[in-house]
């Protein structure tokens, strides 16, 4: 199924003159790994003490796609410029879950909507993701498969955080789109598990994201 994801070598052959400039400067694909997760626990934390004025969810809005290409500029500088670390790889996944997790956090806070639908669906970003990282512990690659994953959860989340902010999204419609997320969430835990096992064994009759 499509996803987010498989526009990244566009979006990465558009960041690569920027990789290389911060290379020449000394950043490391670590230090963009912390900002990102920083920046994205500062503005969870904004948001969410200030969840009465929906105004602010406009930040969530503003800030995933420059989250996106941080996530993107980390891994570039890490693969093309020599820097990959046994710790640049605890960092890239522990950083993404705790990122995604926050950035969850002010929706289950709008009294309109409830916790329930975005806690299930918080979980299941951790565990869909969790399972991305255990190909390669049977065999398998990295998996990123969708329809359902980081990528495509960033795009969701920004959306609905605008629309929040702008005050046309009800407490019902905000529910719905979590529980939505939740479904397809499953259906991409089942692609990687099933895919994953696929490549491991040989079976897999599709390239490796």
């Known amino acids: 199924m499509a996803s987010v994801y498989d526009f990244k070598p566009r979006f990465q052959a558009l960041l690569r003159p920027l990789v290389g400039r911060l290379h020449q400067r000394g950043v490391s694909a670590n230090q963009v790994t912390l900002l990102a997760a920083v920046l994205s626990l500062l503005v969870a934390a904004v948001v969410g003490l200030n969840v009465q004025t929906q105004l602010w969810f406009v930040l969530i809005a503003l800030w995933l796609p420059l989250r ?23 960092l890239n996944e522990l950083c993404d879950v705790v990122s995604d997790a926050a950035l969850f956090v002010p929706f289950a806070l709008l009294p309109e909507t409830g916790p329930g639908a975005v806690l299930i669906a918080m979980v299941l970003a951790i565990i869909v993701e969790y399972a991305g990282v255990m190909g390669p512990l049977v065999g398998a690659t990295r998996r990123y498969d969708g329809p359902m994953g980081k990528s495509d ?7 609905l955080a605008l629309v ?16 939505l997320m ?6 991409s835990l089942y692609h990687r598990v099933q895919r994953g096992i696929a490549e491991a064994t040989g079976d897999d009759k599709t390239p490796a994201p």
């Open 68 to 90: 996106m290409a941080l996530n993107a500029i980390d891994g570039m500088l890490a693969r093309e410029h020599g820097q990959q670390t046994a710790l640049g790889g605890y």
């Open 153 to 159: 959860r960033a795009l969701v989340i920004g959306i």
């Open 164 to 179: 929040v902010a702008v005050g046309l999204a009800a407490g019902w419609f905000i529910a719905a789109v979590f529980w």
């Open 182 to 187: 939740a479904v397809l969430m499953l259906v």
